[in-house]
């Protein structure tokens, strides 16, 4: 085993070697850009992390967690809740999903069942769920069924009325997943170039058409020009690796109203704002839900402690016999740590307080961070817990340090890519700082956080004086 020692001291040199052997046994996804810490153990919001390289390497370092995991960890490390449902979930089998399993009955009972948590928004009798192993294949299965509704089964061709229907709508700087069927989705010419590009024609091809996400002028005009040719539209509710883009008061229920109107299914990709925004869904306003044909959700549905997400769709969506079966559909281990989760958040109102504290922390976040430092912050953004800032050209070029002084000042933070240019003559929109705490986050916790990123912000100017 490595021996950790407590934080300021640091590894045995044999054992930070491991640490660095480790790292490049793993296939590095960054273009040789990884950030050179390991966390070594963990608990609740704090991370112990180890610098690889530099002065400190070897020592443990405290931080805190305002973005882990890719905005999954909703519960931070380790929490008690899940530890029953652990060995339950063990204790009650291993089915796939043609059989029914208790484990799933209590999960999708208590969410969709009558009275259940999300029954107003997706009542059981107008919806079924299934479950995938993460948010790109949800997405995948969407995005099947969406092609599907279109495809007649028993003749084996187009189905009547909907041969024109060949376009799905996508939004500029969306991010959706790296598969396949995804990728051309994203408008971005880095994520598409050099991979297969869709077919077009007649009778299975697809077309993706990309308009500016928040815009509600070229939105009407697509429609009434576009919209008998659409299949669907997929949306993020806020844009997040676009850099956490909130849309205007009305929008989303005006792109549900459209696509309601001229016949369109409309697909929420919720998987990195579920649970995060105040709500458990962000298709949500001040009238309610807002309706979706299909609702995609993932990251913090698995707790942190699994990779997991579900496809919430209406009853007629379906797929061809056997073309959706998969290995880990809701097994019992899964919807066991999701059930006690999701109890554990909605009875602890974890959700609902992300909201006003969300408000809170987006004032410390312009005050003490964009305001003080106007050179390298633009504006902070977000929603709940699902915050960003966005970095000014200067700070996006010193990207890669700033990385660093925010970690060794004790805050771990991502970033998002940014959508970059965008068409209508909208401005470039650079990346941006995401920080999107576990929503066991209290008050406390927030004002610390703020405080550390201040910190590494102002060592960042210095370092580079
Ligand atoms: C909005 C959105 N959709 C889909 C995905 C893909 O999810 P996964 O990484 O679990 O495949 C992500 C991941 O970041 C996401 O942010």
Request: net charge neutral; hydrophobic share 40%; aromatic share 6%.
């Amino acid at each position: 085993m490595v021996k950790v020692p407590a934080p300021g001291g640091r590894l045995e040199p044999a054992d930070l070697e491991r640490l660095r052997a480790g790292q490049a046994l793993q296939m590095d996804h960054y273009g040789g850009g990884r950030l050179p810490f390991t966390c070594v153990q963990a608990r609740g919001l704090v991370q112990q992390m180890v610098p690889l390289e530099g002065e400190d390497a070897g020592r443990v370092l405290e931080v805190l967690d305002a973005s882990g995991g890719y905005a999954s960890a909703c519960l931070g490390a380790g929490h008690a809740c899940l530890q029953p449902a652990f060995r339950e979930g063990l204790e009650r089998g291993y089915v796939t999903d043609e059989l029914g399993s208790l484990e799933r009955t209590l999960l999708l009972e208590e969410l969709f069942g009558p009275g259940g948590r999300w029954a107003d928004r997706f009542p059981g009798s107008a919806y079924h769920a299934s479950g995938r192993n993460s948010g790109s294949e949800g997405l995948e299965l969407a995005l099947r069924l969406v092609l599907e509704s279109g495809f007649d089964r028993r003749r084996l061709t187009a189905k009547a009325g909907r041969e024109a229907r060949r376009t799905v709508l996508a939004f500029e700087g969306a991010w959706h997943g790296w598969t396949g069927g995804l990728v051309p989705l994203l408008n971005r010419r880095h994520y598409r170039l050099g991979l297969p590009a869709p077919v077009s024609e007649a009778p299975f091809g697809l077309d993706v058409a990309f308009l500016p996400f928040g815009e509600q002028e070229p939105l009407e005009r697509y429609f009434a020009l576009e919209g008998s040719k659409l299949s669907a539209v997929i949306v993020e509710p806020i844009q997040g690796d676009a850099g956490i883009l909130v849309p205007p008061p009305g929008y989303l229920r005006r792109l549900a109203g459209l696509c309601r109107e001229h016949g369109v299914l409309l697909v929420a990709d919720e998987v990195l704002t579920f649970a995060k925004t105040g709500q458990f869904f962000a298709m949500t306003d001040e009238e309610g839900p807002i309706p979706t044909d299909i609702t995609v959700i993932g990251k913090s549905l698995g707790m942190g402690a699994v990779s997991t997400s579900m496809v919430i769709a209406r009853r007629e969506l379906s797929v061809r016999s056997s073309g959706a079966v998969s290995t880990s559909d809701l097994r019992p281990l899964t919807c066991a740590l999701m059930r006690s989760g999701l109890r554990y958040l909605a009875e602890e109102r974890l959700i609902e307080r992300a909201g006003p504290l969300g408000v809170e922390l987006r004032e410390r976040l312009h005050r003490d961070v964009v305001e003080a430092f106007p050179e390298l912050f633009l504006e902070v953004r977000g929603l709940g817990y699902m915050n960003g800032i966005e970095l000014t050209e200067r700070a996006a070029g010193g990207l890669s340090r700033l990385r660093h002084q925010l970690l060794e000042s004790g805050v771990f933070v991502e970033f998002m890519a940014g959508a970059g240019r965008r068409s209508h003559g909208l401005r470039y929109m650079f990346p941006a700082m995401r920080i999107a705490p576990p929503l066991i986050a209290g008050e406390e916790d927030l004002r610390r956080i703020v405080e550390r990123i201040r910190e590494g912000t102002r060592r960042f100017v210095e370092a580079g004086r």
